[in-house]
């Protein structure tokens, strides 16, 4: 069965600066999806940003951008010009394909991260 | 953003009372899923439905049962709720057009207590 590791449960920015969140996953697989989901105080659940395990290239989206090492089973997510508005529990996700039974997203336990002003 | 609406979005119950959490949306997906998140635990998978007549278990499906009742609207209901059934209840959505990626997409999450 697939895991998914989030080691730090907690981390720290300046407001403005940047920092890497980190994953990392167990999978014998060679095909398979990525995902980071931030969680604000809300509760909502948002995408953040998406990783298809095919494509070598980086996923970026405006400040969020990813580190996908395949061969360390790697994954962590980079935030750049840190904002107070991105504190929140985010969460790393794996999942499999094919589109059945396996679908399901397999989540690591999440970090919390807090920006201070 | 109401794609995924969930309902109640908080709830306290007693040991032992059945209650019925329902989600619907408008995103026009044909996939739903139910997951509940424990502190410390992540999410964790509890039923889902690739479309009407498809209903599959999850990691965590006992002490829990589904209806999908329509395209747009699943249901996941405890019928006799006891305490370590209190945490919070997600409801997400995916697209089968979406492939392979089949990106999920959540509901608000309900907050279920149960004393």
């Known amino acids: 069965a697939q895991t998914v590791t989030q080691s730090q449960p907690e981390m720290s920015v300046q407001e403005a600066e940047t920092v890497t969140l980190s994953c990392t996953y167990d999978t014998s697989e060679s095909d398979y999806y990525l995902f980071w989901y931030k969680q604000p105080p809300s509760r909502q659940m948002i995408l953040v940003i998406r990783q298809e395990a095919y494509k070598q290239q980086n996923a970026t989206e405006n400040r969020f951008s990813v580190n996908f090492q395949k061969a360390a089973k790697s994954f962590s997510l980079k935030i750049s010009d840190s904002q107070l508005g991105d504190a929140a529990m985010y969460f790393c996700a794996y999942r499999s394909p094919p589109l059945g039974a396996n679908s399901k997203l397999t989540f690591g336990k999440g970090i919390t991260l807090s920006v201070r002003p | 953003d109401a794609d995924v609406t969930q309902t109640p979005r908080n709830r306290i119950t007693k040991t032992g009372k059945r209650i019925m959490l329902e989600c619907s949306q408008t995103k026009g997906h044909d996939r739903m899923y139910w997951y509940r998140q424990d502190p410390g635990l992540g999410l964790r998978l509890i039923y889902y439905s690739f479309d009407v007549k498809d209903i599959n278990k999850g990691e965590i499906s006992d002490g829990y049962s589904v209806s999908r009742q329509a395209q747009a609207k699943f249901s996941l209901s405890l019928e006799s709720a006891i305490p370590n059934q209190t945490a919070l209840y997600f409801c997400?959505?995916?697209?089968?057009?979406?492939?392979?990626?089949?990106?999920?997409?959540f509901g608000p999450g309900t907050r279920l207590t149960v004393l």
């Open positions: 997400a959505t995916s697209d089968w057009r979406d492939r392979p990626t089949d990106t999920q997409y």
